[in-house]
């Protein structure tokens, strides 16, 4: 068939499938690795534990220069996402953005630094342009044919030693509200026992006043005073809720956790200084690390179950990839536990829970092409840790129906020049017949005798003299006239003259 012909050129005129293209930068601490990079140049997410630990005092007693207390400890754990220098890849779209595609890209990012969404489209229009290509050489051709056209006690120091050398003994005590108390729960009821008191006193105030007559200013101080005590009370219960409470964070990197081991969370003395009033700074200072050091927190990762592939933390393509790379979360369980130095007391399990970071699970890839004729779009979302939230593909046009009608639309172009140029043909053929029968019959006219190689001869010569001069009816009286007086040697000459 003759639009095979046709069929090749369009296919040679098109363009190539075209990806979206990730490059690794392998090495970080390579100066080349700062240098400017063509793209989008992102990391991929890394995490960090935040343990919050909360000390609450639950006594504190000193006796002959002894201190003994205990408390109690609240612990919490919560997850930030940050990037990841070690894992850096460059998006480079540039073969997206060609002469033949309609593209485009929509990039966010979390204050972070890591992506939120990402957001790439492509309309390839190879095929047009292939079409338009084809159409412009066949209607030049056809032109010059004129054919139309994406949580214990300690003695400190030997007092009987300092007293016969004539020393005090150094004091040394808890809290002030734990000066005649040393039980914090004791302490506590009482303070809400004397709100509760207050704000009795308050309502009986507020009653004796709205059921007095004519002057009321001693019953309205009286009510003024009431509300006084019961914020004063408030306000000592929760300045001794303070007190007591200690509280501190501790950042780990999740990469730098022990693994099926256990990662001691440090302890400050500072933390526990507000616990301690003391006559020598040395003495509060040594009391105060030894309440850091009364019990060790540790940081657990439970042993996972082994149900599929190995998770590799460490795992770092090194070649490219059409797509973009992230991160797929792992699930591990993990344990903060509280045991005492002196190993008396059981061990205590104070947070146990799951937590899913990228340091436990895979690289992968999203891939994204866009092809011959193909019309489509890719969008990822990520939450601010860094993880894949959402992915969509969505297909616009497919290129196979953009092929096959692009071959339609071209095997129609062909047709209709096949047959347009057919009747310019027809049409030169029949001018070129009556032409000839014009030229015959001069011809004849002039010299009805002749013999039939003369009248050839002289048909031939008088035809010439139509086509320069045209075959109107004009021409044609004015070559009769000479053709009766001039033989063909002058008629050739004439017609090789104008």
């Known amino acids: 068939m003759r639009t095979l012909p046709l069929a090749a050129a369009l ?23 700062r240098a400017a990079k063509q793209g989008l140049v992102y990391h991929l997410p890394a995490s960090r534990q935040i343990v919050t630990l909360t000390h609450t005092l639950v006594y504190c007693m000193v006796d002959n220069g002894s201190i003994s207390y205990d408390y ?33 890209l929509t990039v966010k990012t979390y204050p972070n630094g890591l992506l939120k969404s ?72 009482g303070l809400k026992a004397t709100v509760s008191n207050k704000q009795a006193a308050l309502k009986r105030a507020q009653k004796i006043l709205s059921a007095a ?32 409470t200690l509280q501190r964070e501790f950042t780990f990197e999740t990469a730098q956790i ?19 009033m003391a006559d020598k700074t040395d003495l509060r200072y040594e009391i105060a690390e030894d309440m850091a050091t009364k019990y060790q927190f540790d940081l657990i990762f439970a042993t996972p179950f082994v149900t599929g592939l190995p998770k590799e933390s460490s795992m770092q393509p090194t070649e490219e990839y059409p797509g973009l790379y992230y991160s797929t979360f792992g699930t591990r369980q993990i344990e903060i536990t509280r045991n005492a130095r002196n ?3 059981p061990q205590t399990l104070l947070f146990s829970g799951f937590i899913s970071a990228p340091e436990f699970g895979h690289v992968g890839i999203l891939p994204f092409k866009n092809q011959l004729g193909e019309s489509n779009s890719f969008t990822a979302l990520f939450d601010i840790n ?31 020049y096949t047959q347009n140029r057919q009747t310019v043909r027809d049409a030169d ?15 004849n006219s002039t010299y009805p005798d002749l013999a039939v190689y003369q009248l050839t001869a002289r048909t031939s010569i008088i035809q010439s003299l139509l086509l320069k001069l045209g075959d109107t009816e004009q021409s044609r009286e004015a070559i009769s006239s000479l053709a009766m007086n001039v033989d063909n040697d002058n008629l050739v000459r004439l017609a090789e003259a104008l």
Not at 216 to 235: F, G, H, M, P, Y
Not at 258 to 276: A, M, Y
Request: glycine share 6%; hydrophobic share 40%; with cysteine.
């Open 11 to 33: 296919c040679l005129l098109t363009g190539c499938t075209s990806t979206l293209t990730t490059i690794v930068i392998d090495d970080n601490s390579h100066p080349s690795a």
């Open 72 to 104: 109690h400890t609240k612990a919490t754990i919560r997850q930030t996402g940050h990037p990841d220098p070690s894992k850096v890849f460059v998006v480079n779209p540039a073969d997206l953005h060609k002469f033949t595609k309609d593209w485009g």
């Open 118 to 189: 990402f957001s790439t489209n492509a309309d390839d229009k190879s095929i047009e342009l292939g079409i338009a290509a084809v159409k412009t050489v066949a209607n030049v051709a056809a032109i010059s044919q004129g054919i139309p056209v994406s949580l214990s006690g300690i003695q400190f120091g030997d007092t009987t030693k300092k007293e016969d050398h004539g020393v005090a003994t150094p004091k040394v005590m808890c809290i002030p509200e734990l000066k005649d108390e040393a039980r914090v729960t004791v302490v506590f009821d």
């Open 213 to 244: 007559k004519g002057d009321t200013t001693a019953q309205e101080q009286a009510v003024l005073a009431a509300q006084k005590a019961v914020s004063k009370a408030n306000l000592a219960l929760a300045n001794f809720q303070k007190k007591i």
């Open 258 to 276: 022990v693994s099926d081991g256990v990662t001691p969370v440090p302890q400050d003395i500072k933390v526990f200084l507000p616990w301690v």
């Open 343 to 345: 190993d008396l007391t």
């Open 386 to 416: 860094g993880a894949l939230t959402d992915v969509t593909y969505a297909t616009e046009r497919p290129g196979s129906e953009n092929v096959t009608s692009a071959l339609y639309e071209t095997t129609d172009f062909y047709n209709d």
């Open 429 to 443: 053929k029949a001018k070129s017949q009556t032409l000839k029968i014009h030229a015959l019959t001069i011809a």
